[in-house]
């Protein structure tokens, strides 16, 4: 129930309380107000007592308290004004010392700064600040929003030993140089806003202010809790407020407007205005399918699902999750044609590993498609659409495309070997390695090569790597599918099981394509994988880069495993063994082959 809803079914139901009643539940209410709320709670009824008993008296003690506060904030707000300008006129200013923290090691270094704030300009911020709070609260909008404009325009200057920068609010506060909420002071000054602004601005107004970077973690309804009266003409503003979001462009018109459907709408509102933002703004769609599916309406989840997804770009990224929201409505309704179709829909939206896997393991006859998966991927754009420097990223409208890596990932599991082992062989160095295909390929090869259901040591931590590596997240891979209430995802003991279901996926893939690689070929992809990891683990060693040490021993075994599993008997130990005996001093090393099972050579070791 979103507040519009709360507060209409509050006022029906008060309407038919005696006064009687009414006391009741005021009376009840109050007994929960926390401490620290209750003065302004008492203030709140005397005010109300007050609005009601002396609304016609000019001359009422409220009308005189009232005139008493703005001289005191007029005043405040003049002395503020003029230390302002000191500040923007650089005869207020703050002294620091720059130097670089090694605390987080060497190579990961910082520049920090000391401040001096010998002038006081802390103190001038903090009382800006606190001045705008209670402008707010005492009904000074237009003075709480020149105070607002002082502290964001005002930029101070610090003195670093004959060089100077400058500090904005944000970086004051972040500097602990200003002990100010800025999300509370935030809400307060978006509360004055719409208050000082006449109704047919308000909408682009709040607008303008919440684009602005010190706006970005406010939620509008949070200001509705604020100050001293209630805001007038809500549900105008929100009208005019979605409608106006529905046609600016950017994630951050998309996030209000999400927020602002949730929040006012009821559930036909909801799917009209998703209809009326699919092109611009289709996440308001998937954050309908996902208020349908928590609330268990699988029926209308499913109907909205298929009117998202002719609605919305097939090559928006977005798409692929209405996708797999319609194919888990589908599920329910017990079609599995209109599930599988979904899935489908959900790659060639968005070209993923996991999109892919899905299909393969779920599919009926999922090698039927993998003629048509592999046109997908030759015709998509090898690079996304982006904006200049300067706009705002829209990432709800970003196209599917493929990096370089994905599209070498995607052709390895769409059965293009060669290509991916070539792909991996163009890195002819052993260090190097991030941010190469070869980081993901070998894992890959390695488990395309094993011939055990069961993962070795070695090959588990491949099948990690291919998790990480792949961005393979378990609760996205079982959404829209039958096992969508398995909860695959996490740390720990949660994150076994999310490399078990990987496991599970990539052995249903190899048997859906008949992918046992021919003899032949590989002997010589192994010929290939044992060169890389060999000079892999001899440039790690002898560079003596030891936080490096259990991946290479963790490629070792993993070869050495695989070889066993084709017929090499005690590959992994010998193997092992071998680099064991050709770093003979490195006794970090062998504590990492040891605990992928090479064979305790210590004399007087532990039993």
């Not at 500090?167 to 909420?181: F, K, P, R, Y």
């Not at 599919?363 to 015709?379: D, L, T």
């Not at 200049?388 to 495309?401: C, D, P, R, T, V």
């Amino acid at each position: 129930m979103n507040l519009r809803e709360f507060t209409e079914s509050i006022d029906k139901l008060a309407e038919k309380m005696t006064k009687e009643e009414l006391q009741m539940v005021l009376h009840s209410f109050a007994r929960k107000i926390p401490e620290v709320q209750r003065a302004e709670f008492i203030d709140i009824l005397k005010e109300i007592t007050a609005h009601k008993n002396d609304q016609t008296e000019e001359n009422s003690f409220v009308s005189k308290a009232r005139k008493q506060d703005e001289a005191e904030i007029n005043k405040e707000y003049i002395r503020l004004e003029e230390q302002f300008a000191k500040i923007q006129e650089e005869e207020l200013c703050l002294y620091a010392e720059g130097y670089e923290d090694y605390s987080s090691g060497y190579w990961d270094s910082d520049w920090v700064y000391e401040y001096e704030d010998t002038q006081g300009i802390g103190k001038i911020f903090e009382d800006a600040s606190r001045l705008l709070l209670r402008s707010v609260n005492d009904r000074c909008y237009g003075t709480a929003i020149k105070l607002f404009d002082l502290l964001t325009e005002t930029e101070v200057l610090v003195e670093d030993q004959g060089d100077c920068f400058t500090l904005s609010l944000e970086e004051m506060i972040d500097e602990n140089l200003a002990s100010i909420d800025g999300e509370n002071l935030a809400q307060h000054v978006l509360y004055a806003v719409y208050q000082n602004t006449e109704p047919d601005k308000r909408a682009e107004s709040f607008y303008e202010y919440c684009t602005r970077p010190f706006f970005r973690k406010v939620r509008l309804e949070e200001i509705l809790s604020l100050g001293s009266e209630e805001l007038k003409g809500l549900s105008e503003f929100w009208n005019a407020w979605i409608e106006l979001l529905i046609h600016k462009e950017g994630d951050t018109a998309g996030e209000f407007l999400r927020q602002a459907v949730l929040f006012q709408k009821d559930e036909d509102e909801m799917i009209e205005t998703a209809q009326k933002a699919a092109k611009k703004h289709p996440s308001l769609y998937l954050a309908v399918l996902e208020y349908l599916e928590s609330r268990g309406k699988r029926e209308r989840q499913l109907r909205v699902g298929e009117e998202a997804l002719e609605a919305m770009d097939k090559s928006c990224r977005l798409r692929s999750r209405a996708a797999l929201y319609t194919a888990e409505a589908a599920l329910e309704a017990g079609d599995t044609r209109m599930a599988e179709a979904c899935w489908i829909e959900a790659f060639e939206s968005h070209s993923t590993p996991v999109n892919y896997l899905r299909i393969t393991a779920n599919m009926k006859e999922p090698a039927s498609y993998r003629e048509r998966a592999v046109q997908v991927i030759n015709k998509l754009p090898c690079k996304g659409k982006t904006d200049s420097y300067g706009n705002e990223l829209n990432k709800e409208l970003q196209i599917n495309f493929l990096s370089g890596d994905d599209g070498n990932v995607m052709r390895f599991f769409l059965g293009e070997f060669d290509a991916s082992m070539k792909e991996c062989l163009k890195t002819r160095q052993g260090l190097g390695w991030s941010g190469e295909f070869i980081k993901k390929g070998i894992p890959l090869f390695l488990l395309l090569l094993l011939q055990s259901e069961q993962l070795g040591q070695g090959c588990r931590e491949m099948a990690r790597e291919a998790v990480f590596y792949l961005d393979f997240h378990g609760e996205d891979y079982v959404k829209g599918t039958d096992e969508n209430q398995k909860d695959a995802s996490g740390t720990g003991e949660k994150k076994e099981e999310e490399i078990a279901l990987f496991w599970s996926c990539f052995q249903s893939w190899k048997a859906v394509h008949g992918l046992s690689v021919a003899e032949e070929e590989a002997k010589s992809y192994l010929s290939s994988l044992e060169e890389m990891i060999d000079r892999r683990f001899r440039a790690i060693v002898s560079g003596q880069h030891r936080n490096h040490y259990r991946s290479v021993a963790a490629l070792a075994a993993a070869l050495g495993e695989v070889k066993a599993s084709r017929g090499d008997i005690g590959a992994k130990e010998k193997l092992l063994l071998k680099y064991r005996e050709e770093f003979p001093r490195h006794s970090a090393l062998h504590s990492e082959l040891r605990g992928y099972g090479m064979p305790d050579m210590r004399k007087g070791r532990r039993r």
